[in-house]
């Protein structure tokens, strides 16, 4: 029997008992798409509504499916053959080592200012000018720091869970209180692309919740201790109820950019900023107290995406360097890895990319971003999503997974519209690169 087709977690590659999904287990799915999704991606949504209305629905609604078909296979790939995405990744060739490594370098460096920057703007509206916003942005990078540096991940996902909590009553809360036209929502569910909208719908499909995280999700049910197969159903229910419960978030934010903005033609400043316009409309409005409120779920939103971010991709990172040391025979058992679920997350490699998050970004908060940085970060930014899809659909497609688990028709259907939607993305980010 060949090593790729024996099921980790057995001895002789017997296919383990089915554990029986829980509703009570939920969690892993919720990190990563509480993770994925930030104040910019609402903006865009917001926006999205303002401009078109209710017309890009259907939109959300795809971009949900398509979330849930990436998760999924990442999840999928982590438990059906007991190896990380980063080692699978390494076994389609150096090139991806090489990728990897400068995009979690320049990435890192430049997202730990962009999240301290978005946490810090609610809070500087909601206690005003106690502090200057590169403070509240140092402070709440020292308390993401101090968070994951202190606890595990069972505490992070209890703590993901409050921020999810606390965003989805909030934006729904909103949503109900601006009184969606309940016919044009509905006739939004149809497919239509009006004039000067594809980038929007585009944006809608691929945007909310899809960064690196999402490849952070296999790391994430492995600290929760799905280790092997008999975890697929629980899996698959923690990460549709995850995206669903992200699309209604999605859906709620495109009535309130369609009832507030779209129907008084109120514009939004781009980036996480227009977020503080939405609360100075909603105060006008709905009065101080929804401001409030909205600004509470505006912190949530972000700050639960530096938590995750600060969780998530530094154990990717530990985990990118056991597997070099690994290849290189300096582990003490090369090819298998070095580090328990638990060890990871007090490795040096962990906690160095959580220092390499949060320290030098500061940086940037006092200094314009240098030219190239931005173009780097752009670049390879955007080609992170396609390289994801595309790598996923190789994997699960070759005796690399076991034949049980690889792809049916739906999931290659999926895979590869997401990675073409993907690769769209990318050709438009970069084409509106500061060149």
């Given amino acids: 029997m060949a090593a790729e087709d024996i099921t980790p977690g057995t001895a002789d590659g017997a296919t383990p008992p089915v554990r029986k999904p829980s509703w009570k287990m939920i969690g892993p799915g919720i990190v990563v798409a509480a993770t994925g999704v ?24 795809i971009g949900c499916i398509v979330k849930i078909a ?72 020292l308390t993401g720091l101090l968070f994951v540096w202190t606890n595990r991940y069972a505490v992070v996902e209890k703590i993901m869970m409050l921020f999810v909590g606390v965003m989805f009553l909030v934006v729904v809360y909103v949503a109900i209180r601006v009184g969606p036209d309940l016919g044009d929502a509905f006739a939004g569910l149809l497919p239509v692309l009006p004039s000067g909208s594809m980038i929007y719908t585009l944006g809608l499909i691929g945007g909310v919740g899809g960064t690196i ?28 109820v995850a995206y ?26 781009s980036g996480d900023k227009g977020l503080l ?23 949530a939103a972000s700050f639960s995406s530096l938590v995750g971010v600060w969780h998530g991709v530094s154990l990717m990172f530990a985990d990118f360097v056991e597997r070099l040391k690994a290849a290189r025979g300096l582990a003490a058992d090369a090819g298998v890895a070095p580090l328990t679920r638990g ?21 940037l908060l006092w200094l ?26 190789w994997l699960l497609n070759s ?35 500061p060149w």
């Fill in 277 to 299: 316009d939405l609360d100075d409309v909603l105060e006008k409005r709905f009065g101080s107290s929804t401001a409030t409120l909205f600004l509470v779920g505006f912190f």
């Fill in 70 to 141: 990436l998760a999924e296979a990442t999840g999928r790939w982590h438990l059906a053959t007991g190896r990380t995405i980063f080692d699978g990744w390494r076994s389609l060739g150096p090139w991806t080592t090489v990728y990897f490594a400068v995009y979690i370098v320049i990435w890192g460096f430049v997202y730990g200012a962009t999240a301290m920057s978005s946490s810090a703007l609610p809070l500087q509206a909601l206690f005003g000018d106690v502090l200057p916003l590169k403070a509240w942005a140092v402070i709440t990078g």
């Fill in 38 to 61: 930030g104040a910019g991606d609402l903006v865009a949504t917001l926006i999205a509504g303002s401009k078109f209305g209710y017309t890009l629905l259907w939109a959300a609604v």
């Fill in 343 to 363: 060890e990871r997350e007090r490795s040096i490699p962990f906690r160095g990319y959580l220092l390499w998050l949060t320290f030098p970004p500061m940086t």
């Fill in 213 to 240: 995280t999402m490849a952070a999700y296999g790391y994430w049910i492995n600290a929760k201790g799905w280790a092997d197969s008999s975890w697929m159903k629980m899996m698959r229910l923690d990460n549709r």
């Fill in 368 to 393: 314009d971003q240098p030219f190239g940085l931005v173009v780097a970060y752009g670049v390879l930014g955007a080609f992170f999503m396609p390289f994801l899809a595309a790598t996923l659909l």
């Fill in 244 to 269: 669903l419960t992200t699309g209604i978030f999605v859906v709620a934010m495109l009535i309130i950019g369609a009832e507030l903005l779209h129907s008084t033609n109120l514009a939004l400043a």
């Fill in 399 to 433: 005796d690399r997974t076991p034949r049980e688990w690889r792809n049916g028709p739906l999931s290659n259907l999926l895979l590869a519209a997401s990675c073409v939607l993907f690769l769209i993305l990318c050709v438009e980010q970069v084409r509106d690169l």
